[in-house]
C-alpha cells in the first residue's frame, strides 16, 4: 500500500531551498500520523448541500429533510471533510494554513497542486464506519518554476481503513513558495472576451460551475481550514496577489467526481482511481467549465477557467479510471 520514503538527487537551485526540503525529509522519517474518526452523516448532508445537490444519489431522499442513513456509501471524493486539520488558532500559519508537513520559512505560500486517489474495489468508506486515517510524508522536493522560482513539491500520503480493511489511498502535492516581501503586485486583468470552450462532439460532457463567497465560506468551514485565500478578498488581493478570493482545489476536485459519477449509468459507481493536477487558480465569481471525454474504461475532464488575458485556459485536469 505504501511507497518508500524518497529522497531527490540535488537539483540546481540555491543551497537553503535544498536544505529546507531536506530538513523537512528528515524530519518526517519513520513518522506516521494515526487518527480514528466516526464518519457521521452530517459532514455528507453538508457537503452536498454545498455542492448544491439536495439528493446524494439519484435515489437517494432530500437532504434539507433527511441525513444519510449509516451504511450509506460516501460519494468519491467526499472523504475530504472528514479527518480535517486539528491545530489551535496559534498553531496555525501566518495565512491561516495548517502547518503540519510544512517546510520552513521562507516557503509558507501553500497551494493544493494535485495527486492521485485510488479505491479498494468493494470496500467503499460508509456513513457510520470509524475509520482510521494514517498520514505519512513521501517526499519533498525542491524545483524550480517557470519563471525561475524556487519552491518545495510536498507530496503526503493518506491511507484509510474501515472494519473489513484498506479502503483507500489517498495522495496529496502542495506546492509551497516563498513568501512575499513586499504588497502584492496585481496582474493586469482584461476583460473576458471569450466564452469557456464548448463541446466538440456528442461523446463530451460538459458542465458549468460558479462559487460564490457563500459556496467558499461553507467549504472551509467543514473542512476546517483557515487558508485566508479563500475567504479573505483583502488578504486574496492584497497579500497574495490574486484578483479575488480562490476556490479550494478539493472543491474542484469533488465537483469533477460527482460530474463523472453523473454520466455513469449507475451513480453509486466508485472509480478505481483519479490522477489530477491543478496548473492555474480559479476564482469565484466566475463561470468555469468542465469538458470530459470518455472512452472505454476511462474518462479525461478538463476544467476551464478564466486567465489574466481575458481568454479561458484548462486550469485543473484529471484522468479518471473506471
Known sequence: MHQTLRRFAPTNLSPLTRRIADDLFQKAKGIQVVRRQLLDANQTQRLSLTLNRPHLYRDAGDLRRFTPANGTPLAPGYHLVYFTPIALPDEL??????IGFSPAEPFTRRMWAGGEMKWEKGNPLRIGDEAVETTRLVSAEPKTGRTGEEMIIVRVEKAFENANGPALVDKRDWVFRTKLSGPALLQDVRECDSQPPAPQNTSQESRDF???????FRFSAL????????????????????????????????????????????????????????????????????????????????LWGRSNSGDYKVGMLSDVSG
Open 223 to 302: 473542512t476546517f481550514n483557515g487558508h485566508k485565500i479563500h475567504y479573505s478578498q483583502p488578504w486574496a488581493r492584497e497579500i497574495e496577489g490574486h484578483r479575488n478570493i480562490v476556490v479550494h482545489g478539493p472543491l474542484n476536485l469533488i465537483n469533477m467526481l460527482d460530474f463523472w459519477r453523473d454520466v455513469q449509468e449507475d451513480d453509486h459507481s466508485i472509480p478505481h482511481s483519479i490522477r489530477y493536477r491543478a496548473t492555474a487558480p480559479f476564482y469565484a465569481g466566475e463561470v468555469h467549465r468542465a469538458l470530459m471525454d470518455k472512452s472505454v474504461g476511462t474518462a479525461t475532464i478538463k
Open 210 to 216: 460558479l462559487q460564490t463567497a457563500v459556496s467558499l
Open 93 to 98: 500559519g501566518h495565512d491561516g494554513t495548517d
